[in-house]
């Protein structure tokens, strides 16, 4: 059974920080990770998407990593801002084939202080 | 584009009551997920669509959750009855298949 965790549960920083969360999965034979992000009463946004066959992406001051073979991803957050407070939800997309049924983390809460 | 929408946004009951939760995903996403988020957890897929037939509802407690997708578009989501611990936030996501999901505002429900 595909479980997904997040480490830390909560971060706080102050402002301008480079920083990075954490995720973990157990069971390497995944089609696709990505993060998303959720603001407090709002949905989830994708924010990186990283195919099984890919090591990283990119997106502004965002980069996700994959290391399918040891079951971790993190996701590096340059030069931290108060706007980027929110929950972060690590989701792996189990399988072969891409069947669109996502397993998330619990989620880490950030927390950028000015 | 508009986005997923659900309604409504907050709902107290009872429990033993029954409820009733509405998505209208994006126009021409044929794909449609409902998930529980309980607080402090990440979304749990109850049920995923494809047009109106059934994909995956292998988590879905199916003694008081039932979910349809009429017509392929507009989904609704049921309890019946309520347990205490079904508060929880229920998103809806739409996509094309196997793209990426677009999550709605969520419905935030409370079973006291």
């Known amino acids: 059974k595909q479980e997904v965790t997040q480490i830390p549960a909560a971060l706080s920083v102050p402002e301008g920080e480079n920083l990075v969360l954490n995720c973990s999965f157990t069971?390497?034979?995944?089609?696709?990770l990505q993060w998303f992000r959720q603001d407090p009463g709002k949905g989830l946004t994708s924010l990186l998407l990283i195919q099984s066959s890919q090591r990283e992406q990119t997106s502004g001051r965002l980069n996700a990593s994959l290391d399918k073979s040891s079951g971790r991803s993190t996701l590096y957050i340059a030069a931290s801002q108060p706007g980027d407070s929110a929950t972060y939800l690590c989701a792996v997309s189990h399988g072969s084939s891409n069947t669109g049924k996502l397993i998330f983390g619990q989620g880490t809460t950030l927390q950028v202080k000015p | 584009e508009a986005g997923v929408a659900q309604s409504p946004r907050y709902k107290i009951i009872e429990k033993r009551q029954s409820v009733a939760f509405w998505c209208n995903p994006i126009?021409?996403?044929?794909?449609l997920y409902w998930y529980q988020q309980i607080l402090g957890q990440g979304p749990k897929l109850l049920i995923q669509f494809q047009n109106n037939g059934v994909v995956d509802d292998s988590q879905l407690p199916k003694d008081r959750f039932s979910a349809e997708r009429l017509k392929g578009v507009d989904s609704t989501l049921k309890i019946q009855p309520a347990k205490l611990e079904d508060s929880a936030v229920y998103l809806c996501?739409?996509?094309?298949?196997?793209?990426?999901?677009?999550f709605g505002p969520g419905t935030r429900l409370l079973v006291l």
């Open positions: 126009s021409g996403h044929a794909t």
């Open positions: 996501a739409s996509s094309w298949w196997g793209e990426t999901q677009y």
């Open positions: 069971d390497s034979a995944i089609y696709n």
